[in-house]
């Protein structure tokens, strides 16, 4: 059983930094893709940061530039650098991990962390 645990959510200024970490346990993190998302009431949860058991990232367009994940796989722990932060990012940020055992993938979720940027 996989348990994703984050903490480093926060309230900070617009054009601040915070850098969310998302400790799992268990032995497949250094074999599974993992992920942040982030959602705001009234929407659907959307990716903002992926990053596979390679290394190779991908960002939604609105973070690009702003935001680094990268994971410490001695650690078993994925972080979320985010800077110049906007009051568009305010939302809980979920971490993810998807486990794949050949044919079949296995999505386990973090209980968020909220982050919360003033204007």
């Known amino acids: 059983q996989v348990q994703l645990v984050e903490s480093g959510g926060g309230l900070v200024q617009a054009g601040g930094s915070l850098r969310p970490s998302c400790a799992a346990s268990g032995s497949a993190f250094s074999s599974s893709a993992m992920g942040w998302y982030r959602q705001t009431p009234g929407k659907q949860r959307e990716l903002v940061a992926a990053i596979t058991s390679g290394g190779s990232t991908n960002y939604a367009d609105s973070v690009k530039g702003r935001f680094t994940i990268s994971r410490d796989n001695a650690k078993n722990t994925v972080y979320l650098q985010m800077n110049s932060l906007k009051p568009e990012d305010t939302a809980v940020y979920y971490c993810?991990?998807?486990?794949?055992?050949?044919?079949?993938?296995?999505?386990?979720w973090g209980q968020g962390t909220q982050v919360t940027v003033s204007s």
């Open positions: 993810h991990l998807r486990l794949t055992l050949g044919p079949w993938e296995y999505d386990y």
